[in-house]
């Protein structure tokens, strides 16, 4: 979760196993918009001798959609290259790294960026320098002040890609353990007592691409919307990774070739989506379609297996949503087309009846003053499922929609259960904290200050 | 000596054929011995033939696939993949 190892061949190929996916007004800078995707789950600080890295032979995109096609219109596209500077020795940095270009830094990684629009790609930046990761205050002291170098300019634009702290949090080991929510275990059809929620991500660090683009840049009519009522303020955003399409094994210098043209390996939208909506069985695909087609899709949106299980997993708590049999026009509305304007009083993020899974994020709602967490449910407009903020708590916010919270926003005749809003997982957000300016998402803990299992440090 | 020298490449527009592939038909050309091309590969091409019935075979080649609608020659690279 969000995403992370969320399908059976994406959970063995991290470097293309995106976890998350951000897209917010920027709160410091709010005539710009940022695009966060993460990549490479449960990234133990301690991982080395030869720490995380972006894949050299994947394609990471950001896409951008603002045509109500479900297509992208506008895509950003990262591809890595990774250099050895000291063949001779086995280390990752051979003394103190104290720049992004310091020769004591065995293996630096640099990236390209490019746009494409109506076919035609643009290179914005040839090679910008990733930072390393987080060793231990020997080999990269002053961590922060490091990583911020790797902060680059790109004209008006922003863009940052390495290692992160993971933002999200979540109890997979509670809820992967036949759908247990730690503050109604003693109700569950297997009765346990009530013990703390555990915070899974905790400590773990992440593969941030970022990219902090003004608004004018990617809405419909290339202007800053200011009316959130009109259809040109709203943009649909997704991430995918892509392969080549073969892979030849070199056995000369023990590494995979590619071939061909990129095929899309994995993607990611809305959070959960894949993870708990789609079936087993069908996951592998979703991963490999583009979102325009995700009408296949949509039945497990309408009549979701979890809100089915809710009521068998926990007898006697969930009666009015076991008793709801309509298609969940609520959901497919939140994940496949958007908000149409009526359903919660001036708000809409609608792009059209294309149903596709992507973030929506209505530009001209300015960022909150004073947010919360669980966004729209709770009257905070900036917040998921409009766009979605690192901060935003969106296994709480989808778990109660999914049990039938938002099922009145659609048919006034429903009455969510008494125990819909005290759903959660149990975990409090325990993760480094995040970060008021770009890239929000809060420094990666060190490999030698993190103990496993504990908060980063 | 191949086959595969004698023949001629006809540009077509395979029907189904996914983004960024190009789609080519092979016909019988006059016997002779195979030529290089100016537009012929300088790099590394893998050959993938999906279905045996079907004629067909994608070439990767860098970023691109060719498909090759050929019966004859998928039939030929089919008998050398067999052995013996």
Request: hydrophobic letters at 40%.
């Amino acid at each position: 979760m969000s995403s992370h190892r969320e399908a059976p061949e994406t959970a063995k190929d991290p470097v293309a196993d995106s976890t998350d996916v951000y897209a917010f007004v920027s709160p410091d800078r709010p005539d710009t918009v940022t695009l966060i995707a993460n990549y490479i789950p449960f990234q133990a600080p301690d991982g080395g001798p030869n720490f995380y890295e972006f894949g050299d032979d994947v394609a990471y995109d950001i896409h951008i959609a603002n045509q109500g096609k479900g297509e992208p219109d506008i895509t950003y596209r990262f591809k890595f290259h990774t250099a050895v500077r000291n063949p001779t020795t086995f280390l990752y940095n051979t003394g103190q790294i104290t720049s992004i270009n310091s020769p004591n830094w065995n293996r630096p990684q640099f990236y390209s960026v490019t746009r494409i629009k109506d076919g035609k790609s643009k290179v914005l930046a040839p090679k910008l320098a990733c930072p390393p990761v987080n060793i231990g205050p020997r080999s990269t002291p002053n961590y922060a002040d490091l990583a911020a170098t790797a902060v680059h300019k790109v004209g008006k634009r922003r863009v940052f890609a390495g290692q992160r702290a993971d933002a999200f949090h979540v109890d997979l080991g509670s809820i992967f353990d036949l759908g247990t929510l730690r503050p109604f275990e003693n109700l569950h059809l297997i009765p346990s007592a009530a013990t703390p929620g555990v915070n899974s991500l905790q400590g773990f660090n992440v593969h941030t691409i970022a990219l902090q683009v003004p608004i004018s840049e990617v809405t419909r009519f290339g202007t800053q919307p200011t009316n959130a009522a009109k259809p040109g303020a709203v943009i649909g955003v997704w991430a995918s990774a892509h392969r080549r399409t073969s892979r030849i094994f070199d056995p000369k210098v023990g590494a995979y070739v590619g071939h061909g043209p990129w095929a899309q390996a994995s993607r990611l939208g809305n959070p959960l989506f894949n993870e708990v909506i789609v079936p087993m069985a069908k996951k592998d695909g979703w991963n490999a379609h583009r979102p325009k087609g995700d009408h296949r899709y949509a039945k497990y949106v309408n009549h979701p297996e979890l809100a089915k299980l809710l009521p068998v997993l926990y007898p006697g708590v969930f009666p009015n949503l076991a008793g709801y049999h309509k298609a969940r026009a609520d959901l497919n509305a939140i994940l496949l087309t958007g908000i149409p304007s009526g359903v919660v009083p001036g708000f809409q993020n609608f792009t059209g009846p294309v149903e596709s899974d992507m973030l929506r994020l209505n530009v001209a709602i300015p960022p909150s003053s004073s947010p919360n967490n669980l966004g729209l449910v709770a009257g905070d407009a900036a917040g998921f499922p409009n766009g979605r903020r690192v901060d935003d708590d969106v296994v709480t916010i989808e778990l109660r929609a999914v049990a039938g919270l938002t099922i009145p926003l659609v048919d006034p005749s429903f009455t969510p259960d008494g125990a819909v809003t005290a759903i959660q997982d149990g975990t409090s957000n325990t993760n480094t904290a995040t970060t008021s300016t770009f890239p929000y998402l809060g420094n990666p803990g060190g490999g030698y200050q993190t103990v496993p299992g504990t908060a980063a440090v | 000596m191949s086959e595969t020298s004698r023949r001629k490449l006809l540009a077509g527009t395979g029907a189904g054929v996914a983004v960024g592939t190009v789609a080519l038909t092979m016909r019988p050309a006059a016997a002779g011995e195979a030529r290089r091309t100016p537009s012929s590969a300088r790099e590394p091409v893998v050959a993938y033939i999906e279905d045996h019935r079907a004629g067909t075979l994608r070439l990767m080649v860098g970023e691109r696939e060719v498909v090759v609608h050929d019966h004859d020659l998928v039939t030929r690279i089919l008998n050398a993949a067999g052995g013996e």
